[in-house]
């Protein structure tokens, strides 16, 4: 009986180290992608919708969410791609070629979904992605206020808006949302300060 006891207090423990040991994986990653991964600006067009279970957010489009290729290219919609990135004469991220397999791990690159891909002409495709991250989580009162100034602004295309994601070894985190070079949240809270 007390043989039992054990067998049964040990797999208790150890379900409840594998518990913990998924999340707080996932938390180190996302730490060590802020800590040592490569900055990209990548453009924006916000908007913002609200999201009853997660709260306020600026959901974001990218100037850069499409590849064009050659007509040979037989991707489908929802293949994970891997973008290899740089950046261009401005700073902005700029994808350099797609790939199927992952690439080695001395390369910026960034784990992406086939949105969907339409024929141009005929020689050659457009690919639309979908980036692992496309929301800017802010406090509920701010969210409402930078949406619309944002989106005011770049109607008169006197605002450069970028997201500022670090990336390692093909995961990302958005670090930040900048306009004009300032934190989303810094310039809402100044033009609020200013009414």
């Given at each position: 009986m007390?043989?039992?006891?054990?067998?049964?207090?040990?797999?208790f423990l150890a379900f409840a180290v594998v518990q913990l040991a998924v999340p707080l994986s996932m938390i180190y990653q996302r730490e060590l992608t802020l800590r040592?991964?490569?900055?990209?600006?990548?453009?924006?067009?916000p908007i913002d919708p609200t999201d009853p279970f997660r709260g306020k957010y600026v959901r974001l489009h990218f100037e850069n969410e499409s590849w064009?290729?050659?007509?040979?290219?037989?991707?489908?919609?929802?293949?994970?791609?891997?973008?290899?990135?740089?950046?261009d004469s401005i700073g902005m991220a700029q994808i350099d070629?797609?790939?199927?397999?992952?690439?080695?791990?001395?390369?910026d690159y960034l784990a992406?979904?086939?949105?969907?891909?339409?024929?141009r002409n005929?020689?050659?495709?457009?690919?639309?992605l979908k980036w692992p991250f496309d929301r800017f989580y802010m406090e509920e009162s701010k969210a409402k206020a930078a949406e619309l100034r944002v989106n005011r602004n770049?109607?008169?295309?006197?605002?450069?808006?970028?997201?500022?994601?670090?990336?390692?070894?093909?995961?990302?985190?958005?670090?930040d949302v900048k306009v004009d070079g300032i934190s989303l949240k810094t310039w809402v809270e100044q033009l609020q300060e200013e009414e």
């Open positions: 007390k043989n039992r006891t054990n067998i049964a207090a040990f797999l040592q991964g490569a900055e990209y600006h990548f453009k924006t067009r064009i290729t050659d007509t040979t290219c037989t991707l489908e919609r929802e293949d994970k791609v891997y973008a290899l990135l740089s950046t070629s797609l790939v199927r397999e992952k690439p080695s791990d001395n390369v992406a979904w086939v949105s969907y891909q339409y024929e005929n020689d050659s495709i457009e690919v639309q770049r109607r008169t295309d006197t605002l450069s808006t970028y997201a500022v994601v670090k990336i390692r070894q093909g995961n990302a985190v958005l670090d």
